[in-house]
C-alpha cells in the first residue's frame, strides 16, 4: 500500500528565513514523487518533481527538495522565505507499478509573518 | 500545449438536486484524467479515475459517479446531491504509463444548501 505523511500541518516562518516541509512516504517500490502549490480557491501547481534522476530536485520560486530513500522522505525547502509563499502544499506519491494513481498528503499550510 | 478546463467555478445546488461537472482536456490524446474532491480543511481524496473511454475506476463508495463518453471529457454527476457533497471538486489529468505529473484544472466550489 502507498501512503504518504506531511508531519506538519501547518508551519509558520518568518520572511527571508528559511521554510522546511516535511514529508515522509511509504511505497513498495520507487516512486516518483511530486511537490505541489496551492493558493487558496485556486488548483494546484506543480512545484518540483523526483523521477529517479538526481536526488536533490530544483523546482519553481526556489523551491528544492532531496529524495532520501534510506529515510523514505521527500522534504521541501526554501533558503528565504516571500510572503508570496504563503498557500499550501501538498505532497504527492505515484508508485513506480501504478503510474496511474496519485496519493495525496494531507497537506501543509505555510504562513510567512512579515 | 495542454490545457484543460473545468467548469463552473462555483456552483450553489439545494440538497436532493442532480449535478454535472464537466472537464475537457485539450493539446493531448488517451490522457489519464481523475477527479478529486477537497474538503474544508482536508487533503485531496481521489474520487475517479479513468485510462480510457468508458473506463472508470471508483476510489470510495459515494454518491457520486462519473463518466468519460470521449477520450478528452470526464464529467462528475451525481442524481441527488447531499450536503456532505459540499467541497472544492478538482479534474485532473496525467500522461497515461508515464513517470509525469498530472496537471489539474481551477475546481469547481460545490455548496449544497
Known amino acids: 500500500a502507498q501512503s504518504v505523511t506531511q508531519l506538519d500541518s501547518h508551519v509558520s516562518v518568518s520572511e527571508g528565513t528559511p521554510v522546511l516541509l516535511r514529508c515522509n512516504y511509504s511505497?513498495?517500490?520507487?516512486?516518483?514523487l511530486f511537490w505541489y502549490v496551492q493558493h487558496p480557491n485556486k488548483g494546484l501547481q506543480l512545484l518540483l518533481k523526483?523521477?529517479?534522476?538526481?536526488?536533490l530536485v530544483k523546482g519553481i520560486n526556489g523551491f528544492e527538495a532531496e529524495f532520501k530513500k534510506s529515510e523514505t522522505s521527500f522534504h521541501l525547502t526554501k533558503p528565504s522565505a516571500h510572503m508570496s509563499d504563503a498557500a499550501e502544499y501538498f505532497c504527492v506519491v505515484t508508485p513506480r507499478d501504478d503510474f496511474n494513481k496519485f496519493y495525496f498528503g494531507s497537506g501543509t499550510k505555510l504562513n510567512v509573518k512579515p | 500545449s495542454q490545457t484543460i478546463h473545468q467548469w463552473p467555478a462555483t456552483l450553489v445546488q439545494p440538497v436532493g438536486s442532480p449535478l454535472s461537472l464537466e472537464c475537457t482536456v485539450e493539446?493531448?490524446?488517451?490522457?489519464?484524467l481523475y477527479w478529486y474532491r477537497q474538503a474544508a480543511g482536508r487533503g485531496l481524496q481521489l474520487l475517479f479515475y479513468?485510462?480510457?473511454?468508458?473506463?472508470i475506476s471508483s476510489e470510495v463508495p459515494q454518491n457520486l459517479s462519473a463518466s468519460r463518453p470521449q477520450d478528452r471529457q470526464f464529467i462528475l454527476s451525481s442524481k441527488k446531491l447531499l450536503l456532505s457533497d459540499s467541497g472544492f471538486y478538482l479534474c485532473a489529468w496525467s500522461v497515461r504509463g508515464g513517470r509525469t505529473e498530472a496537471f489539474f484544472g481551477q475546481g469547481t466550489r460545490l455548496t449544497v444548501v
Open positions: 479513468s485510462v480510457g473511454i468508458g473506463q
Open positions: 523526483y523521477t529517479s534522476a538526481a536526488t
Open positions: 511505497s513498495s517500490y520507487s516512486p516518483s
Open positions: 493539446g493531448t490524446s488517451n490522457p489519464n
